[in-house]
T-cell receptor, first 113, second 111 residues
Framework: EAGVTQSPTHLIKTRGQQATLRCSPI?????VYWYQQALGLGLQFLLW???????NRGNFPPRFSGRQFPNYSSELNVNALELEDSALYLC????????????FGQGTRLTVV | SQQGEEDPQALSIQEGENATMNCSYK?????LQWYRQNSGRGLVHLIL?????REKHSGRLRVTLDTSKKSSSLLITASRAADTASYFC???????????FGGGTRLMVKP
């Protein structure tokens, strides 16, 4: 069974540009989470989607947005990129929201120059 | 702010020794989960313990939960060099809409 897949693996953007990150959950999982992990730090909660709806978002500015498609895959968009947006962006999926374990992808390393 | 805070931030032990990591949290929870992360890659789920459980085992892993103290511990017995990684606790709130991670413990197991 395929795990959570994220693309691209690495992404280099210039300050002010937009970045789009993609995530495909495990088959059957309807919940998708996005986290930001700056170098050497913990995971900061960004967004949670379930059944196509945004269920919760973390303390991030509106230029961080996303969506979940009917097939439960998800996209994270970051507009007007800033240098401090450079981080590992992790996507995870679960079967029943936070009540079951989350399975993580390998992440997208975003570098803003 | 982080819901869970791990202690210690870093731990270095010899192969064969036991490693204990602690996690404290602030608000009531539905469950608490432990994850491992190798070299800044994706996280791997280790154990989920629900708020009405006090202890769970999985192989060489033992997790305890004390809801009165709002704390949990992860014990890795007979550690191996391959256990070298960062370990995170994550708490699921009762509203069921948030899974919050702590800052992690960096464990180094020396051969």
């Amino acid at each position: 069974e395929a795990g959570v897949t994220q693309s691209p693996t690495h992404l280099i953007k210039t300050r002010g540009q937009q970045a789009t990150l993609r995530c495909s959950p495990i088959s059957g999982h309807t919940s998708v989470y996005w986290y930001q992990q700056a170098l050497g730090l913990g995971l900061q909660f960004l967004l949670w989607y379930d059944e196509g709806e945004e269920r919760n978002r973390g303390n991030f500015p509106p230029r961080f947005s996303g969506r979940q498609f009917p097939n439960y895959s998800s996209e994270l968009n970051v507009n007007a990129l800033e240098l401090e947006d450079s981080a590992l962006y992790l996507c995870a999926s679960s079967l029943k929201g936070v009540y079951t374990e989350a399975f993580f992808g390998q992440g997208t390393r975003l570098t803003v120059v | 702010s982080q819901q869970g805070e791990e202690d210690p931030q870093a731990l270095s032990i010899q192969e064969g020794e036991n490693a204990t990591m602690n996690c404290s949290y602030k608000t009531s929870i539905n469950n608490l989960q432990w994850y491992r992360q190798n070299s800044g890659r994706g996280l791997v789920h280790l154990i989920l313990i629900r708020s009405n459980e006090r202890e769970k085992h999985s192989g060489r892993l033992r997790v305890t939960l004390d809801t009165s103290k709002k704390s949990s511990s992860l014990l890795i017995t007979a550690s191996r060099a391959a256990d070298t990684a960062s370990y995170f606790c994550a708490t699921a709130n009762n509203a069921g809409n948030m899974l919050t991670f702590g800052g992690g413990t960096r464990l180094m197991v020396k051969p």
